[in-house]
């Protein structure tokens, strides 16, 4: 489970209990200007995941930490895919955040109500 909160001009993902050790990776700053948008999602988990580095994948059971598909480096922190909620990102070292939180509608409204207007 992850907790996503604004510090500033910041979108803060911090990665809570063992899952730190599972993703590899305790907390993501992210200036909200490259935050192209977020969405909530359950069908992602369906999606490829490609090869993780590093990482841990149990089908059903858990996806988290970095994995690589079509060039692309994207993170991922899910148990529940009901939860899941997607963070697309430019001109960071990930494309696109996958994380659970506990209310994925709160959650995007936050963010999208965060990011600045081009």
């Known amino acids: ?3 996503v909160s604004i510090d500033g001009d910041r ?3 911090e990665i809570e209990g063992l899952d730190k050790l599972w993703a590899l990776k305790s907390r ?3 200036p909200l200007g490259n935050i192209r948008g977020a969405t909530s999602d359950p069908g992602i988990i369906k999606d490829p995941k490609g090869f993780r580095s590093p990482g841990t994948r149990l089908p059903g059971v858990i996806t ?3 994995f690589h598909i079509d060039g692309e480096r994207v993170f991922w922190d899910v148990h529940d895919p009901a939860n899941a909620v997607i963070i ?3 001109d960071e070292r990930y494309t696109r955040l996958v994380v659970q939180v506990p209310d994925p509608r709160a959650t ?3 963010i999208e ?3 600045p207007v081009s």
């Open 1 to 3: 489970m992850a907790k």
């Open 11 to 13: 979108l803060i993902v």
């Open 28 to 30: 993501l700053a992210i």
């Open 64 to 66: 988290a930490g970095t």
């Open 88 to 90: 697309e990102l430019a």
């Open 108 to 110: 995007v409204a936050l």
């Open 113 to 115: 109500h965060a990011i």
